[in-house]
């Protein structure tokens, strides 16, 4: 029943910047831990970041770290990831992930819930 959307996807250039927003359907949004993750063509999906209920913790990939920011708006059920200085090794479809444990984790098989994916493209 639960439903997350992505936005916000694009091409962009080395340099740039991107913000992605993840809607959720329901009124239990703020007690998901919520996280994002990418996939690049012929890879696996990997873990981007993730932020736990409330938003008073959070986690990133060595990848992404003093480059990305998530965050979340419980208000709005929407979740975002600000991406600075992107790469072209940032080049992939990202998913919005949510899980109900309180626990911390940047395992995909720990999430139960998905959106279809933003494509986000970074030129050289």
């Known amino acids: 029943q639960v439903s997350l959307v992505e936005s916000g996807g694009g091409l962009v250039q080395a340099g740039g910047s991107l913000r992605l927003s993840c809607a959720a359907s329901?009124?239990?949004?703020?007690?998901?831990?919520m996280a994002w993750f990418r996939q690049a063509p012929g890879k696996e999906r990997e873990f981007v970041a993730l932020?736990?209920?409330?938003?008073?913790?959070?986690n990133y990939a060595n990848s992404v770290k003093g480059r990305f920011t998530i965050s979340r708006d419980n208000a709005k059920n929407t979740q975002y990831l600000q991406m600075n200085s992107l790469k072209p090794e940032d080049t992939a479809v990202y998913y919005c992930?949510?899980?109900?444990?309180?626990?911390?984790?940047?395992?995909?098989?720990?999430?139960?819930?998905w959106g279809q994916g933003t494509q986000v493209t970074v030129s050289s």
């Open positions: 992930a949510g899980r109900i444990s309180p626990g911390i984790s940047t395992r995909k098989e720990s999430y139960s819930y």
């Open positions: 329901g009124r239990t949004f703020s007690s998901y831990t």
């Open positions: 932020i736990t209920n409330f938003g008073g913790n959070t």
